[in-house]
């Protein structure tokens, strides 16, 4: 009786993250062809911050601030992990740091590689320590 319910649980679990993936993938931004204009801000470590207004043909974030030289990083199975913004590193593994990445006011829940480009879109990379 116990492993019945424990086999039904599991199964209304695997239902919840399947209809979530569904939904996710369902209503997930598009990507726009054509030039759009955006605004990056760059928070570095000691808080100073820069702005940054670029125009683009790329569909997605990590392309657009690539081109214009803005970050660099690795490529991995999820995508461009940055590392650095603007001439500064965050490395993970030496000084538990990372960049945050910020659509509008919103911190994004994405990788770079997944977040789309519009005409008028706010970007904010921010210098983030754990340690």
């Known amino acids: 009786m116990k492993n019945k319910k424990l086999v039904i649980a ?3 679990v695997i239902v919840v993250i399947g209809l979530m993936v569904g939904l996710w993938m369902a209503t997930r931004p598009e990507t726009v062809d054509g030039t759009k204009t955006f605004t990056v801000t760059v928070v570095h470590s000691d808080g100073t ?3 940054f207004t670029y125009h683009t043909d790329a569909e997605k974030l990590d392309a657009a ?7 660099a990083g690795e490529e991995g199975p999820y995508g461009l992990t940055v590392i650095t913004v603007d001439g500064e590193d965050a490395v993970w593994d030496t000084d538990n740091a990372y960049w945050a990445i910020w659509i509008g006011d919103e911190m994004a829940v994405t990788g770079i590689s997944e977040i789309p480009v519009y005409d008028g879109s706010v970007f904010k990379l921010e210098y983030t320590s754990l340690g």
């Open 65 to 71: 601030l690539l081109e214009e030289g803005l970050i």
């Open 49 to 51: 911050g820069k702005e």
């Open 10 to 12: 599991a199964v209304a």
